[in-house]
């Protein structure tokens, strides 16, 4: 599975993004699906996970209410949809993927970078 994150950009605070995370090589319809990021001189973080099936998501408490991430599996593109962006989630935002049946993400995509301005 390749993965190739797109759509980042500069955006004034209380703007809006969405990043696409569209994949290639094998379908990812059994695959549950995940955002990441990476501010500059932190460490990566979780931001949003959805299962294979769309049915359960989860949110990192500081962008609960903000984010939405979504999927359609006939695309094979999973969705970071990003509302009331604040300058504190500038970072790299990374997709990645990984079979439902095992605990970590094996498939990353290069990532895209998000800057918002104050």
């Known amino acids: 599975v390749q993965l190739q994150a797109s759509g980042g950009g500069l955006v004034q605070a209380g703007g809006s993004l969405r990043l696409p995370c569209a994949s290639s090589?094998?379908?990812?319809?059994?695959?549950?699906m995940a955002w990441f990021r990476q501010a500059p001189g932190k460490e990566r973080e979780f931001v949003a996970a959805?299962?294979?099936?769309?049915?359960?998501?989860n949110y990192a408490d500081s962008v609960k209410g903000r984010f939405t991430i979504s999927r359609d599996n006939a695309k094979n593109t999973a969705y970071l949809q990003m509302n009331s962006l604040k300058p504190e989630d500038t970072a790299v935002y990374y997709c990645?993927?990984?079979?439902?049946?095992?605990?970590?993400?094996?498939?990353w995509g290069q990532g895209t970078l998000v800057t918002v301005s104050s």
């Open positions: 990645a993927a990984k079979l439902f049946f095992v605990k970590e993400y094996a498939f």
């Open positions: 090589g094998r379908t990812v319809s059994n695959a549950d």
């Open positions: 959805i299962s294979r099936n769309s049915v359960v998501t």
